[in-house]
C-alpha cells in the first residue's frame, strides 16, 4: 500500500468512516419527497452521486468486516435466519397461504435479488445476491434490531 493508510484502519476508524459516508449518501435523499427519491436514479449526476457514495460505503464496510474478522456474508445469512424465525410472515389468505401465495406481494427475505453484486469484485464472498429483505412487510430484514 504506497500511501500506508493501513495503520489508520481500526475498527473505530472505520466505523466512523462508514458512518460518514452513509451519511453522505442520505444526504442525497435527505428532503426530497418519495417521488423526487424514488426518481433520483433517472437523473445522472445524482445517481452518480449515489454511486460514489455506495461504493465508498461498501469499501468501509468491508475494510471493517476485515479488520475485526466478520465474514459479511455468513453475517448476513445468520441474521436473516434470525429475523425469520423471530418475525415470521403472518399466516394469510383463504387456505392459510402466506406472502405471495396469498395474493400479497411480499418478498421473503431468503429470496435472491436479480443482478445484486455482479461484477462488484469487492473481494471474497462479494457478489452473492443475497437479499436483506428490502421490500418486505414482515420486519425480516437484516437491520432494525441493535438488541442483537
Known amino acids: 500500500?504506497?500511501?500506508d493508510w493501513q495503520q489508520y484502519h481500526l475498527p473505530k476508524n472505520l466505523a466512523?468512516?462508514?458512518?460518514?459516508?452513509?451519511?453522505e449518501l442520505l444526504e442525497i435523499f435527505q428532503w426530497l419527497t418519495p417521488e423526487q427519491a424514488a426518481?433520483?436514479?433517472?437523473?445522472?449526476?445524482r445517481a452518480h452521486r449515489v454511486r460514489d457514495e455506495v461504493a465508498d460505503v461498501l469499501a468501509y464496510l468491508l475494510q471493517?468486516?476485515?479488520?475485526?474478522?466478520?465474514?459479511p456474508v455468513v453475517?448476513?445469512?445468520?441474521?436473516?435466519?434470525?429475523?425469520?424465525?423471530r418475525f415470521p410472515?403472518?399466516?394469510r389468505g383463504p387456505e392459510g397461504a402466506t406472502?405471495?401465495?396469498?395474493?400479497?406481494?411480499?418478498?421473503?427475505?431468503?429470496?435472491?435479488v436479480a443482478?445484486?453484486?455482479?461484477?462488484?469484485?469487492?473481494?471474497?464472498?462479494?457478489?452473492?445476491?443475497?437479499?436483506?429483505?428490502?421490500?418486505?412487510d414482515t420486519g425480516a430484514s437484516a437491520g432494525g434490531d441493535e438488541d442483537d
Do not use: H, Y
Not at 466512523?16 to 451519511?23: D, H, P, T
Not at 453475517?75 to 424465525?85: G, Y
Not at 406472502?99 to 435472491?112: I, L, N, R, Y
Open 115 to 136: 443482478g445484486a453484486g455482479k461484477g462488484a469484485g469487492a473481494g471474497k464472498g462479494a457478489g452473492t445476491g443475497a437479499s436483506t429483505g428490502a421490500g418486505t
Open 16 to 23: 466512523a468512516a462508514l458512518s460518514v459516508e452513509a451519511g
Open 89 to 91: 410472515v403472518p399466516k
Open 1 to 3: 500500500m504506497a500511501r
Open 99 to 112: 406472502g405471495a401465495a396469498a395474493g400479497t406481494d411480499a418478498v421473503a427475505s431468503t429470496d435472491v
Open 39 to 45: 426518481a433520483v436514479m433517472a437523473d445522472a449526476d
Open 75 to 85: 453475517a448476513l445469512a445468520e441474521k436473516i435466519e434470525r429475523n425469520e424465525l
Open 64 to 71: 471493517f468486516c476485515t479488520a475485526v474478522g466478520v465474514d
